[in-house]
């Protein structure tokens, strides 16, 4: 159900499967039979282990969903999870470069030698200029963004989403595209992808942008811990907002499911609005 009605990614897959094989080693027994009790009990074993609260109330999702659908599909007369209640998590801001920190970053790309250089620059315009997933940047196709202004991203849930793209990251693809034929596998000799490489996938891994970033980082002065493709993308967004965009726009940019997913960058609000004060309101430049 998992695989057919909600497109979930083969990581996805495999992460549900250990979590219920998880629970099934607990129980001793297997996981479809459990009762209010055995997740109870299974809850507490999760804190007495001293469970990142989040790995533990991902955990209790995936049970929901398992025997939701084991109710829905008349194998059980209940739900165990029904009566349990979701632990409430604070959630982190996330973790994002300023505006300054991405122009050197961009920087050190383009002081890069060679088609490397070429290459990385385009990397990092198109995933700023974005906001996409890691693996939805390395693994993008050809076609999605030749000759196009905006590019057609088919991301999580096999869903897909159009996003506009900037000049500056255009005009890096653009330079790009005019080497990319030498990163193509000699044995591949012609490639579907936008960043062909080696390997079973056939374009660059996620690993491989990481460490490229991480080399970046160090370029342009940076500590390396604090990016990581993630960290772009949460930039992207937050900057975004920053100047202005609705949250709605960024969700759909964003590929979100449930526009709450997308709040957690509302922390760059209260900054905006208090300019906004400061800039606009008529007794805020009185001397008192």
């Known amino acids: 159900m998992m695989a057919a009605e909600r497109g979930a990614s083969p990581r996805t897959l495999d992460a549900y499967r250990r979590d219920l094989d998880d629970l099934s ?9 459990a009762g209010v009790d055995d997740i109870r009990r299974y809850l507490a074993y999760m804190k007495q282990q ?5 790995t533990a109330s991902r955990r209790l ?3 929901r969903q398992f025997y939701k659908f084991l109710y829905s599909e008349g194998v059980r007369r209940d739900d165990p999870t029904a ?9 982190p801001l996330p973790k994002f470069l300023t505006e300054d920190e991405v122009d050197r970053l ?3 790309a383009r002081a890069l030698d060679g088609i490397k250089g070429v290459r990385a620059t385009a990397l990092l315009e198109l995933l700023y200029a974005t906001g996409l997933r890691v693996s939805e940047l390395v693994s993008l196709p050809l076609a999605a963004v030749k000759g196009k202004q905006a590019i057609i991203v088919r991301g999580k849930g096999d869903k897909e989403r159009m996003i506009p793209v900037g000049e500056a990251a255009r ?3 653009t330079a790009y595209l005019e080497v990319r034929d030498a ?12 960043f062909p490489a080696p390997g079973r996938g056939g374009h660059l891994t996620r690993m491989a942008f990481s460490l490229l970033l991480k080399d970046l980082a160090v370029r342009a002065g940076l500590a390396p811990s604090r990016v990581s493709p993630h960290v772009l993308r949460h930039s992207f967004a937050t900057h975004l907002l920053a100047r202005g965009a609705d949250l709605r726009s960024l969700q759909q ?6 526009i709450s997913t997308t709040q957690i960058y509302t922390h760059v609000l209260d900054e905006r609005l208090k300019k906004l004060v400061q800039d606009n309101h008529p007794l805020s430049k009185l001397k008192l």
């Open 83 to 91: 009566a349990i209640d979701s632990p409430r998590l604070s959630r």
């Open 25 to 33: 080693g607990f129980l001793q027994s297997d996981a479809a039979g």
């Open 50 to 54: 001293a469970m990142a609260p989040r």
């Open 61 to 63: 999702s995936c049970l």
């Open 253 to 258: 940019m964003l590929g979100h499911a449930d």
């Open 171 to 173: 005009d890096a693809i």
């Open 106 to 108: 961009l920087t050190a």
């Open 183 to 194: 990163f193509i596998p000699a044995k591949a000799k012609t490639s579907p992808r936008l």
